[in-house]
Protein backbone atom coordinates (compact mmCIF):
# COMPACT_ATOMS: atom_id res chain seq x y z
CA UNK A 1 0.00 0.00 0.00
CA UNK A 2 1.41 3.74 -1.07
CA UNK A 3 1.97 5.93 1.68
CA UNK A 4 -0.66 8.26 2.82
CA UNK A 5 0.23 12.19 2.48
CA UNK A 6 -1.86 14.45 3.53
CA UNK A 7 -1.61 16.62 0.54
CA UNK A 8 -2.97 13.68 -1.76
CA UNK A 9 -6.68 14.41 -0.60
CA UNK A 10 -8.74 17.90 -1.04
CA UNK A 11 -9.63 19.80 1.76
CA UNK A 12 -12.90 21.56 2.75
CA UNK A 13 -14.62 23.55 5.40
CA UNK A 14 -16.90 22.32 7.39
CA UNK A 15 -19.12 23.82 10.76
CA UNK A 16 -18.31 21.28 13.83
CA UNK A 17 -21.88 21.84 14.85
CA UNK A 18 -25.69 22.39 14.33
CA UNK A 19 -27.90 21.36 11.63
CA UNK A 20 -25.00 21.92 8.80
CA UNK A 21 -22.41 20.20 11.21
CA UNK A 22 -20.25 17.65 11.56
CA UNK A 23 -21.39 16.68 14.91
CA UNK A 24 -24.46 16.73 17.24
CA UNK A 25 -22.78 18.53 20.89
CA UNK A 26 -25.10 18.40 23.88
CA UNK A 27 -24.17 19.06 27.62
CA UNK A 28 -22.58 16.17 29.70
CA UNK A 29 -25.27 13.93 31.66
CA UNK A 30 -24.00 14.34 34.52
CA UNK A 31 -21.54 17.38 35.28
CA UNK A 32 -21.04 15.82 38.86
CA UNK A 33 -19.19 17.89 41.56
CA UNK A 34 -15.76 15.99 42.46
CA UNK A 35 -16.96 16.01 46.26
CA UNK A 36 -20.65 14.08 45.58
CA UNK A 37 -18.25 11.36 44.05
CA UNK A 38 -16.55 8.05 45.92
CA UNK A 39 -12.59 8.08 44.87
CA UNK A 40 -11.29 4.88 43.92
CA UNK A 41 -14.08 2.82 43.97
CA UNK A 42 -14.07 1.59 40.22
CA UNK A 43 -13.01 1.86 37.45
CA UNK A 44 -14.72 3.99 35.40
CA UNK A 45 -13.38 7.89 34.73
CA UNK A 46 -14.10 10.66 35.86
CA UNK A 47 -13.77 13.20 33.13
CA UNK A 48 -12.97 16.79 33.93
CA UNK A 49 -11.80 20.31 31.95
CA UNK A 50 -8.35 19.56 33.55
CA UNK A 51 -5.58 19.13 30.60
CA UNK A 52 -3.62 16.55 31.86
CA UNK A 53 -4.42 12.63 31.53
CA UNK A 54 -6.97 12.59 29.00
CA UNK A 55 -8.72 15.18 31.18
CA UNK A 56 -9.09 11.85 33.59
CA UNK A 57 -8.99 13.28 37.34
CA UNK A 58 -9.67 9.79 39.02
CA UNK A 59 -11.66 6.67 38.05
CA UNK A 60 -14.89 5.80 40.61
CA UNK A 61 -17.52 3.25 41.00
CA UNK A 62 -20.90 3.36 39.04
CA UNK A 63 -23.22 1.77 41.73
CA UNK A 64 -21.31 3.71 44.56
CA UNK A 65 -22.37 7.28 42.92
CA UNK A 66 -25.54 7.58 44.19
CA UNK A 67 -27.02 6.94 40.52
CA UNK A 68 -25.35 10.03 38.66
CA UNK A 69 -26.14 9.54 34.83
CA UNK A 70 -22.98 8.02 33.03
CA UNK A 71 -21.72 8.98 28.96
CA UNK A 72 -21.39 6.28 26.62
CA UNK A 73 -17.63 6.38 25.09
CA UNK A 74 -16.53 6.56 21.68
CA UNK A 75 -17.03 10.89 22.04
CA UNK A 76 -15.07 13.89 22.06
CA UNK A 77 -15.09 15.73 25.28
CA UNK A 78 -14.26 19.77 24.98
CA UNK A 79 -14.24 21.77 28.43
CA UNK A 80 -15.25 24.90 27.00
CA UNK A 81 -13.87 27.36 29.05
CA UNK A 82 -10.73 25.48 29.65
CA UNK A 83 -10.38 25.09 25.55
CA UNK A 84 -9.97 21.35 26.56
CA UNK A 85 -10.36 18.41 23.81
CA UNK A 86 -10.11 14.55 24.35
CA UNK A 87 -11.39 11.88 22.52
CA UNK A 88 -13.05 9.34 25.63
CA UNK A 89 -13.33 5.25 24.27
CA UNK A 90 -14.72 4.41 27.12
CA UNK A 91 -17.83 5.14 29.12
CA UNK A 92 -17.60 7.88 31.43
CA UNK A 93 -18.54 10.53 34.62
CA UNK A 94 -17.95 14.31 34.20
CA UNK A 95 -17.93 17.19 35.44
CA UNK A 96 -19.48 20.65 34.85
CA UNK A 97 -19.54 22.56 32.18
CA UNK A 98 -18.31 19.28 29.37
CA UNK A 99 -19.66 19.35 25.91
CA UNK A 100 -19.93 16.08 23.72
CA UNK A 101 -19.18 15.54 20.35
CA UNK A 102 -21.26 12.38 18.84
CA UNK A 103 -20.74 11.35 15.57
CA UNK A 104 -21.95 7.97 14.15
CA UNK A 105 -18.77 8.08 11.91
CA UNK A 106 -16.53 7.95 15.01
CA UNK A 107 -13.93 5.39 16.20
CA UNK A 108 -10.26 5.74 17.83
CA UNK A 109 -8.36 6.60 14.80
CA UNK A 110 -11.10 9.28 13.07
CA UNK A 111 -11.23 11.07 16.63
CA UNK A 112 -7.12 11.28 17.00
CA UNK A 113 -7.18 12.57 13.30
CA UNK A 114 -9.88 15.18 15.01
CA UNK A 115 -8.91 15.69 18.10
CA UNK A 116 -5.64 18.30 17.09
CA UNK A 117 -7.75 20.10 14.47
CA UNK A 118 -10.55 21.27 17.43
CA UNK A 119 -7.70 21.95 19.85
CA UNK A 120 -6.52 24.66 17.01
CA UNK A 121 -10.02 25.95 16.57
CA UNK A 122 -10.36 26.26 20.27
CA UNK A 123 -7.20 28.43 20.61
CA UNK A 124 -9.35 31.39 19.60
CA UNK A 125 -11.56 30.79 22.50
CA UNK A 126 -10.70 32.87 26.15
CA UNK A 127 -12.27 34.36 29.29
CA UNK A 128 -14.61 37.53 28.62
CA UNK A 129 -16.50 38.65 25.60
CA UNK A 130 -14.69 36.19 22.94
CA UNK A 131 -15.02 33.11 25.49
CA UNK A 132 -16.63 29.60 24.12
CA UNK A 133 -20.38 29.17 24.15
CA UNK A 134 -22.26 26.18 22.81
CA UNK A 135 -23.44 28.59 19.75
CA UNK A 136 -19.81 29.41 19.10
CA UNK A 137 -18.74 26.14 18.85
CA UNK A 138 -21.44 25.06 16.62
CA UNK A 139 -20.50 27.97 14.60
CA UNK A 140 -17.25 27.02 14.48
CA UNK A 141 -15.41 25.86 11.32
CA UNK A 142 -12.84 23.35 10.63
CA UNK A 143 -10.84 22.05 7.51
CA UNK A 144 -11.29 18.07 6.59
CA UNK A 145 -9.71 15.63 3.65
CA UNK A 146 -12.79 15.27 1.40
CA UNK A 147 -13.85 12.65 -0.85
CA UNK A 148 -14.63 12.95 -4.80
CA UNK A 149 -18.30 14.19 -3.77
CA UNK A 150 -17.09 16.89 -1.57
CA UNK A 151 -17.61 14.91 1.86
CA UNK A 152 -15.63 14.09 5.16
CA UNK A 153 -13.69 11.60 3.93
CA UNK A 154 -13.58 9.15 6.69
CA UNK A 155 -11.48 6.34 5.48
CA UNK A 156 -8.76 8.20 4.36
CA UNK A 157 -8.45 9.68 8.22
CA UNK A 158 -8.65 6.49 9.89
CA UNK A 159 -6.38 5.12 7.38
CA UNK A 160 -3.92 7.75 7.38
CA UNK A 161 -3.99 7.57 11.28
CA UNK A 162 -3.28 3.64 11.61
CA UNK A 163 -0.18 4.40 9.07
CA UNK A 164 1.02 7.05 11.39
CA UNK A 165 0.29 4.57 14.30
CA UNK A 166 2.23 1.84 12.82
CA UNK A 167 5.25 3.93 12.10
CA UNK A 168 5.83 5.24 15.32
CA UNK A 169 4.91 1.61 16.87
CA UNK A 170 8.12 0.31 14.73
CA UNK A 171 9.97 3.16 16.00
CA UNK A 172 9.34 2.52 19.50
CA UNK A 173 9.83 -1.48 18.82
CA UNK A 174 13.54 -0.88 17.86
CA UNK A 175 14.11 1.52 20.61
CA UNK A 176 12.93 -0.69 23.32
CA UNK A 177 14.73 -3.86 21.98
CA UNK A 178 17.75 -1.58 22.26
CA UNK A 179 16.85 -0.62 25.99
CA UNK A 180 16.53 -4.07 26.93
CA UNK A 181 20.12 -5.45 25.63
CA UNK A 182 21.37 -2.64 27.44
CA UNK A 183 19.05 -3.47 30.77
CA UNK A 184 20.50 -6.83 30.27
CA UNK A 185 24.53 -5.72 30.18
CA UNK A 186 23.57 -3.39 33.49
CA UNK A 187 21.98 -6.55 35.40
CA UNK A 188 24.36 -9.04 34.27
CA UNK A 189 27.45 -6.75 35.09
CA UNK A 190 28.29 -7.17 31.12
CA UNK A 191 30.04 -3.67 30.67
CA UNK A 192 33.33 -4.54 30.52
CA UNK A 193 33.41 -8.53 28.91
CA UNK A 194 36.86 -9.60 28.28
CA UNK A 195 35.84 -12.70 26.70
CA UNK A 196 35.92 -12.69 22.19
CA UNK A 197 31.96 -14.50 22.82
CA UNK A 198 30.53 -16.83 25.40
CA UNK A 199 26.84 -18.12 25.96
CA UNK A 200 25.14 -15.72 28.09
CA UNK A 201 24.14 -18.22 30.78
CA UNK A 202 27.92 -18.27 31.29
CA UNK A 203 28.32 -14.93 31.90
CA UNK A 204 26.60 -15.24 34.88
CA UNK A 205 27.96 -17.56 37.01
CA UNK A 206 25.17 -18.54 39.32
CA UNK A 207 22.53 -18.64 36.71
CA UNK A 208 24.62 -21.48 34.57
CA UNK A 209 23.71 -25.06 36.83
CA UNK A 210 19.44 -23.38 36.49
CA UNK A 211 19.75 -22.71 32.82
CA UNK A 212 16.33 -25.24 32.48
CA UNK A 213 14.45 -22.56 34.69
CA UNK A 214 14.81 -19.86 32.14
CA UNK A 215 13.22 -21.82 29.35
CA UNK A 216 13.82 -24.76 27.54
CA UNK A 217 16.51 -23.43 24.90
CA UNK A 218 18.79 -25.46 23.67
CA UNK A 219 22.84 -24.62 23.49
CA UNK A 220 22.38 -23.71 20.08
CA UNK A 221 19.50 -21.09 20.70
CA UNK A 222 21.16 -19.00 23.79
CA UNK A 223 22.07 -15.83 22.72
CA UNK A 224 26.02 -15.16 22.08
CA UNK A 225 27.55 -12.12 23.96
CA UNK A 226 30.66 -10.49 21.73
CA UNK A 227 33.28 -8.28 22.39
CA UNK A 228 34.64 -6.23 19.92
CA UNK A 229 38.10 -5.17 20.09
CA UNK A 230 37.05 -1.73 18.58
CA UNK A 231 36.72 0.14 21.80
CA UNK A 232 35.34 -2.65 23.63
CA UNK A 233 31.68 -2.43 22.56
CA UNK A 234 29.94 -5.79 23.18
CA UNK A 235 26.79 -7.21 21.30
CA UNK A 236 24.35 -9.89 21.87
CA UNK A 237 23.95 -11.89 19.23
CA UNK A 238 21.57 -14.16 17.61
CA UNK A 239 17.97 -13.97 16.17
CA UNK A 240 16.57 -10.57 17.40
CA UNK A 241 13.37 -11.49 18.83
CA UNK A 242 15.05 -15.07 20.55
CA UNK A 243 17.06 -12.05 22.04
CA UNK A 244 14.71 -9.88 23.42
CA UNK A 245 12.62 -12.93 24.58
CA UNK A 246 15.47 -14.65 26.19
CA UNK A 247 16.59 -11.73 27.93
CA UNK A 248 12.79 -11.22 29.23
CA UNK A 249 12.68 -14.79 30.51
CA UNK A 250 16.18 -14.40 32.54
CA UNK A 251 14.95 -11.18 34.16
CA UNK A 252 11.31 -12.96 35.33
CA UNK A 253 13.77 -15.85 36.66
CA UNK A 254 16.15 -13.48 38.55
CA UNK A 255 12.97 -11.50 40.01
CA UNK A 256 11.47 -14.59 41.38
CA UNK A 257 11.42 -15.09 45.44
CA UNK A 258 13.78 -17.78 45.84
CA UNK A 259 16.61 -15.78 44.07
CA UNK A 260 18.76 -12.94 44.90
CA UNK A 261 16.07 -10.40 43.33
CA UNK A 262 13.03 -11.11 44.82
CA UNK A 263 12.08 -8.74 47.53
CA UNK A 264 10.51 -11.26 49.92
CA UNK A 265 13.89 -12.71 51.23
CA UNK A 266 16.02 -9.45 51.47
CA UNK A 267 15.87 -7.90 54.63
CA UNK A 268 15.14 -4.63 55.30
CA UNK A 269 16.23 -2.01 57.89
CA UNK A 270 15.46 1.70 58.58
CA UNK A 271 18.09 4.55 58.26
CA UNK A 272 17.15 8.34 58.45
CA UNK A 273 17.40 9.85 55.09
CA UNK A 274 20.27 11.78 55.89
CA UNK A 275 22.58 9.05 56.68
CA UNK A 276 22.41 8.26 52.89
CA UNK A 277 21.78 11.59 51.10
CA UNK A 278 23.10 14.88 50.99
CA UNK A 279 20.34 17.28 51.09
CA UNK A 280 20.96 20.61 49.35
CA UNK A 281 17.75 23.17 48.31
CA UNK A 282 16.94 25.06 45.03
CA UNK A 283 17.12 28.86 44.38
CA UNK A 284 14.02 30.80 44.11
CA UNK A 285 13.27 31.90 40.80
CA UNK A 286 10.51 33.95 39.73
CA UNK A 287 8.33 33.59 36.58
CA UNK A 288 9.03 37.35 35.92
CA UNK A 289 12.58 36.36 36.06
CA UNK A 290 12.44 33.06 33.88
CA UNK A 291 14.29 33.52 30.49
CA UNK A 292 13.29 31.04 27.69
CA UNK A 293 15.79 28.43 26.49
CA UNK A 294 16.87 24.72 26.83
CA UNK A 295 17.41 24.05 30.11
CA UNK A 296 14.88 22.20 32.24
CA UNK A 297 13.83 24.08 35.26
CA UNK A 298 12.30 22.11 38.31
CA UNK A 299 9.23 23.48 40.00
CA UNK A 300 6.74 21.29 42.84
CA UNK A 301 4.50 19.90 40.41
CA UNK A 302 3.32 16.07 40.12
CA UNK A 303 3.89 16.03 36.43
CA UNK A 304 6.11 15.99 33.55
CA UNK A 305 9.37 14.65 35.66
CA UNK A 306 8.86 17.92 37.85
CA UNK A 307 9.72 20.11 34.85
CA UNK A 308 7.41 23.34 34.80
CA UNK A 309 9.35 25.88 32.33
CA UNK A 310 12.47 25.62 30.17
CA UNK A 311 14.76 28.46 30.74
CA UNK A 312 18.51 29.70 30.00
CA UNK A 313 18.93 30.66 33.51
CA UNK A 314 21.94 29.53 35.62
CA UNK A 315 22.01 29.98 39.42
CA UNK A 316 23.80 27.76 42.31
CA UNK A 317 20.87 25.11 42.17
CA UNK A 318 22.83 23.71 38.46
CA UNK A 319 23.00 19.90 38.88
CA UNK A 320 22.05 16.91 37.66
CA UNK A 321 22.17 13.04 38.18
CA UNK A 322 19.96 13.13 41.23
CA UNK A 323 16.42 12.89 42.91
CA UNK A 324 15.02 16.02 43.09
CA UNK A 325 11.86 16.02 46.33
CA UNK A 326 9.18 18.50 46.75
CA UNK A 327 8.93 20.04 50.07
CA UNK A 328 6.22 22.22 49.57
CA UNK A 329 3.26 22.71 46.82
CA UNK A 330 2.45 18.87 45.53
CA UNK A 331 4.25 17.87 48.69
CA UNK A 332 6.74 14.52 49.18
CA UNK A 333 6.69 13.80 44.88
CA UNK A 334 10.04 13.46 43.72
CA UNK A 335 11.65 12.53 40.24
CA UNK A 336 14.86 11.81 38.86
CA UNK A 337 17.05 13.87 36.83
CA UNK A 338 19.77 12.90 34.62
CA UNK A 339 20.29 16.04 32.62
CA UNK A 340 21.76 19.25 34.08
CA UNK A 341 18.95 21.50 35.13
CA UNK A 342 18.41 23.97 37.75
CA UNK A 343 15.73 24.03 40.64
CA UNK A 344 12.70 25.77 42.40
CA UNK A 345 13.39 26.78 45.90
CA UNK A 346 9.98 24.57 46.33
CA UNK A 347 12.40 21.53 45.85
CA UNK A 348 15.21 20.11 47.22
CA UNK A 349 17.97 18.18 46.17
CA UNK A 350 19.37 14.55 47.30
CA UNK A 351 22.49 13.00 46.37
CA UNK A 352 23.18 9.46 47.42
CA UNK A 353 26.57 9.75 50.32
CA UNK A 354 27.75 6.64 48.19
CA UNK A 355 28.90 7.28 44.80
CA UNK A 356 28.45 3.52 44.05
CA UNK A 357 24.66 4.31 44.44
CA UNK A 358 24.53 7.50 42.24
CA UNK A 359 22.95 5.85 39.40
CA UNK A 360 19.51 6.05 37.73
CA UNK A 361 18.08 2.93 39.19
CA UNK A 362 19.60 3.19 42.91
CA UNK A 363 17.59 6.70 42.42
CA UNK A 364 14.38 5.59 41.08
CA UNK A 365 14.13 2.85 43.99
CA UNK A 366 14.53 5.65 46.57
CA UNK A 367 12.13 7.64 44.83
CA UNK A 368 9.13 5.00 45.36
CA UNK A 369 10.46 4.82 49.24
CA UNK A 370 9.79 8.19 50.08
CA UNK A 371 6.90 8.25 47.93
CA UNK A 372 5.69 6.15 50.73
CA UNK A 373 5.42 8.74 53.33
CA UNK A 374 3.08 11.01 51.28
CA UNK A 375 0.48 10.42 53.31
CA UNK A 376 1.85 12.23 56.16
CA UNK A 377 3.07 15.77 54.56
CA UNK A 378 0.65 18.07 53.15
CA UNK A 379 0.13 21.79 52.69
CA UNK A 380 0.44 22.48 56.03
CA UNK A 381 2.90 20.18 57.15
CA UNK A 382 5.91 21.05 54.49
CA UNK A 383 8.49 18.06 53.83
CA UNK A 384 11.32 20.86 54.71
CA UNK A 385 14.83 19.85 55.16
CA UNK A 386 14.72 19.58 58.65
CA UNK A 387 11.63 16.87 58.54
CA UNK A 388 13.52 15.38 55.52
CA UNK A 389 16.78 14.45 56.99
CA UNK A 390 14.95 13.38 59.98
CA UNK A 391 12.40 10.88 57.86
CA UNK A 392 13.10 7.45 58.62
CA UNK A 393 12.72 5.20 55.40
CA UNK A 394 12.91 1.36 54.98
CA UNK A 395 15.77 0.15 52.62
CA UNK A 396 17.10 -3.29 51.65
CA UNK A 397 20.08 -4.08 53.57
CA UNK A 398 22.76 -7.02 52.68
CA UNK A 399 24.76 -9.17 55.34
CA UNK A 400 26.35 -6.79 57.50
CA UNK A 401 23.27 -4.43 57.75
CA UNK A 402 24.38 -1.71 54.93
CA UNK A 403 22.38 -0.07 52.25
CA UNK A 404 22.19 -3.07 49.59
CA UNK A 405 22.50 -0.78 46.98
CA UNK A 406 23.83 -3.70 44.31
CA UNK A 407 20.16 -5.37 45.13
CA UNK A 408 18.12 -1.77 44.37
CA UNK A 409 19.97 -0.92 41.24
CA UNK A 410 19.05 -4.60 39.78
CA UNK A 411 15.78 -5.07 41.30
CA UNK A 412 15.13 -1.77 39.41
CA UNK A 413 16.64 -3.11 36.02
CA UNK A 414 14.81 -6.29 36.04
CA UNK A 415 11.30 -4.18 36.98
CA UNK A 416 12.58 -2.34 33.77
CA UNK A 417 12.94 -5.02 31.37
CA UNK A 418 9.74 -6.42 32.10
CA UNK A 419 7.94 -3.41 31.76
CA UNK A 420 10.06 -2.64 28.04
CA UNK A 421 8.84 -5.92 27.11
CA UNK A 422 5.41 -5.60 27.98
CA UNK A 423 5.18 -2.60 25.49
CA UNK A 424 7.39 -4.45 22.70
CA UNK A 425 4.43 -7.40 22.55
CA UNK A 426 1.91 -5.03 23.06
CA UNK A 427 3.09 -3.01 19.42
CA UNK A 428 4.27 -6.20 17.81
Same mark, same amino acid.
Given at each position: ?133 ? /? ?5 ? =? ?28 ? =? ?81 LGQSEYSLGCK ?35 ? /? ?5 ? /? ?83 ? =? ?14 MRKYMVVQEIK ?10
Amino acid at each position: MNRLELDSVGWKEFFIGGEEGLFNIRSTNSGIDKNKLLENTGDIPYVTRSNLNNGIDMFVGEKQNNGFSIDKGNVITIGLDTQTVFYQPKSFFTGQNIQILENKFLNKEIALFLVPLLKIQMIKFSWGSTGATL /TRLNRTK =ILLPVDSSGNPNWKFMEDYIKQEQKAQGQK =IVIYYKQRIVECCFELLDLKNVERKESYLTELFEKNRSKQNKIGAYKNVDIPLVSANNVGNRNKILGSDNLVIEYIYKLAVYLGQSEYSLGCKNIQWKEFWLENIVDIRSGVRLTKADQKPGKRPFIGS /TDGNNGV /TNFVSNINNSLDSNLLGVNYNGSVVDNFYHPYECIFSDDVKRLHFKDKSARNKYCYLFLKQCILKQKSKYAYGYKFNAARMKRQK =IMLPVNSTGKVDYDFMRKYMVVQEIKELYKVIKYLV
